[in-house]
């Protein structure tokens, strides 16, 4: 999926070209190791420096003979550098390339997505500082239940977006390994000085051990942070689909000059954005299943993962690039509604101070069980009644009114009571 949202340097790193062009980066690395360790001329390796080349298209047009593409680029790599060929991939296995490119292709894709994971948060903490002071209410089970506001509930998304950093920089990490350990990861033909040299060389660390593969839990453990971060921007969605609905319409996406919502009905602001994020979500997620069940291999190799790896490394990283993209351009662009968010909270005549109400009515000298049931009842002849008030209520009830003055009453409906610690979570996070 490539579009408006999707930088285009990603999908360039998964293309046929740039895979090829980092085997030969590989390949000769390890050339100029070899040949700083004395096992070939430094002449050769200046000569395949200079004519080392290949072209898709032939690659491929040899692949269709041996059905083996390593071995076509190798090919094709011979055809344009001629005699010192001989020196290229020497005592190495395919997979040695193919694994350490593959590194480097990842840590590219990973790098931008870092960046994309710090443009929301950054989004993310503008509109937190924005809206820092804007009361709105709390819900659980989707119901009304107290009063926080929009920018506290920003700041479950920052911290949220922060934990996700830590947990991708770990996978990148762990992805950044190279090998080039020969047939099974013995070192048979291949001095392990080499690796040493070619990993220090590709900026990437050195596999402790390997078979004839990098272990696949490493990759896993990549999607699975890729996996990781849809399923928190499928939250974030989800809270903005929520509060789009008509009947709620607290907030919601932007909608530019031009925009049309339905082909049918032209009132229409759909959250079509965030319903985009929560249906990619769906398929990182699912490529994380995929890349499970690729670390058990057979014995030192097989080439089971590699058919589902072309598949779901380039999937996964330009899907949560373009979802980084698209759901920050959300959240810049977010449209909030302060008036709608205290005329819902105050439904029913502010219901939500209940237990409010129930506490001053214990301080005041009544049990837990009387004061709940006090409460309570005056709440539920509010409930769902459209000239129901829940304030007066209470003052109508002498059974409150008895223990609660009406000034007593009046201040239990203050919001600002139920945010009067909400600075010190701000204070810790930045905001």
């Known amino acids: 999926m490539i579009d408006r949202y999707t930088r285009p340097e990603m999908a360039v790193i998964w293309t046929d070209e740039a895979k090829f062009q980092t085997f030969l980066e590989v390949e000769i690395a390890v050339c100029e190791a070899q040949a700083e360790l004395g096992y070939i001329p430094s002449a050769a390796v200046d000569d395949i420096r200079k004519k080392a080349g290949f072209k898709v298209e032939r690659i491929r047009e040899i692949e269709e003979e041996v ?21 290229v991939h020497l005592g190495l296995t395919s997979s040695d390339v193919i694994d350490t490119a593959l590194a480097l292709q990842m840590r590219k894709a990973g790098q931008i997505i870092s960046k994309d994971l710090q443009d929301l948060h950054d989004a993310i903490l ?3 500082r924005k809206h820092k002071a804007t009361i709105t209410i709390g819900r659980s089970h989707g119901i009304h239940a107290e009063p926080t506001t929009f920018g506290f509930k920003l700041c479950i998304w920052l911290e949220e977006i922060k934990r996700q950093q830590k947990r991708f920089a770990d996978a990148l990490e762990m992805i950044s390994v190279g090998q080039l350990s020969g047939a099974v990861g013995t070192y048979s033909n291949i001095d392990p000085e080499v690796e040493r040299l070619v990993c220090r060389n590709l900026n990437l660390q050195v596999a402790p051990v390997s078979t ?3 272990q696949r839990d490493r990759h896993a453990q990549y ?7 849809a399923s928190s921007l499928e939250k974030f969605a989800v809270e903005i689909r929520h509060l ?15 925009q049309k919502g339905s082909s049918a009905m ?16 769906r398929v990182v997620r699912a490529n994380a299943l995929a890349a499970m069940e690729n670390i058990p291999l057979w014995h030192e190799r097989d080439i089971s993962h590699s058919s589902v790896e072309r598949i779901i490394l380039p999937d996964s990283t330009i899907l949560v690039d373009y979802m980084l993209a698209r759901f920050t351009k959300i959240v810049s662009g977010l449209v909030v509604y302060p008036e709608n968010m205290r005329r819902n909270m105050d439904k029913y005549g502010g219901v939500i101070f209940s237990q409010s109400v129930m506490l001053k009515m214990i301080d005041k000298g009544l049990s837990r069980e009387e004061a709940y049931k006090l409460v309570q009842s005056n709440a539920m002849k509010a409930w769902n009644k459209e000239d129901g008030n ?12 008895k223990v609660l003055p009406e000034a007593d009453i009046d201040a239990c409906f203050d919001p600002e009571h139920y945010l009067r610690n909400l600075n010190k979570v701000f204070e810790r996070l930045g905001v």
Do not use: C
């Open 67 to 87: 059905k083996h593409d390593v071995i076509a680029f190798l090919t094709n790599v011979a055809e344009h550098v001629g005699e010192n060929s001989r020196y």
């Open 244 to 258: 789009q609905r008509t009947d709620v319409l607290e907030a919601e996406e932007p909608f530019s000059e031009g």
């Open 390 to 401: 829940f304030k007066d209520n209470l003052k109508n009830d002498p059974s409150v009114t």
């Open 126 to 128: 503008a509109q937190a």
């Open 266 to 281: 032209p009132h229409k602001r759909n959250p079509v954005g965030s319903e985009n994020i929560s249906g990619l979500a």
């Open 223 to 229: 999607i699975w942070a890729l996996s990781m971060i």
């Open 212 to 214: 004839q593969i990098i």
